[in-house]
């Protein structure tokens, strides 16, 4: 059986658990306190050395961390994942797209904005990331309100990929409400058979003074 | 013919152009002034709404944007992409990485010091993305220390990816002296057969300012 080492509230980890949901594929949940500091532990390293979860491991021991990896992986041979290369590239595109725009995004300020590391950070990083937000949301916006979903290939990773954080953006204090279309998207994806509907709070990070922003 | 919308000076262009220089693919390029405001043209956003190079356009007009989405769709059937799903997963897992981490980082850091940025961003902002290119240096390290390339199968767009902006590390006064293992795996990137040598200053930017960090 397959393996996810993860922790609730991260929506890395969501992204996953949504997919599998989806599968009704069965798998076990090793937990891994990262607020506690156990995304540091020689142990948890070896598996992922960004100390982040999710890592995927399979029964017979290899494992793949990177959350869209993992998703692009598990969607193989499934309606999530189209089989044509040139689909298949913008699939990724969105992935990569949300990789680098939301991550360091939306994702990090929602995560500041839960853990109260907000106070914390300058005007002008937190500046920056909002604008950065804006700018991400006004682009899945152009695609959104003419397009059913991210790609031409129906629902697929990408979309998965791209709600975990997005469908939250209210939690980092950045309103949906300017943008229809992703609102009508999100959902859109909530009404997939198999949707998981969960969400976990966050902790209180005894740790965040000593994690890069 | 593909057609390439390219800068010269982005490495992320390079990426492409590498692969295609070992694939020995015909290709014609389409320069996009970025630094002059073009990629904030209409006609550009409509090929990537994010404003960056590279796109790959095909010759019946489809487009496609985010380098690493147009690494993985041109490696396939070559060499440079294994055929098995979990290879392929390994391959993403590295471009990801990369996507998230380099991107933000080094690849970010050396253009604020190439394009004289550098003077104006807060000195916290600099030392926390100098912190996380050690972080992302030390990962590599650990990789490539005991093993040739970034996964088990071979030279692939995954080290393709990652070479764009490991390599020019120095340019973003990152020293890779304590690397060992990250400077021998460059020496192994530039004897591939293929290997494209060059590089290309950055122009001074005029529209700095009103650029994302």
Redesign the interface.
Known sequence: MLTLHDYLPSQNGYKVRLLLSHLERPYRTRLVSIFEGEGRSPAFQALN??GAVPVLELEDG?T???????L??LA?GTPYLPLG??Q???V??W???E???V??GLASLRHWTMTGKLARR?P??IA?KR??SL?TL??LE?RLAEHPFLTDSGYTVADISMFAYISRAGEADVSLEPYPGVRAWIARVRAQPGFLDEVHPYSIDPHSSGE??
């Not at 793949?64 to 993992?70: F, G």
């Open positions: 050395p960004v290899r793949l961390a990177e959350s869209n990896a993992i692009f992986y193989e290369p040139w298949r590239a913008q990724l595109r992935m990569f797209f990789e680098d725009h991550q360091n300058m002008e990083v920056a604008a950065g700018k006004g682009i152009q890069l922003p």
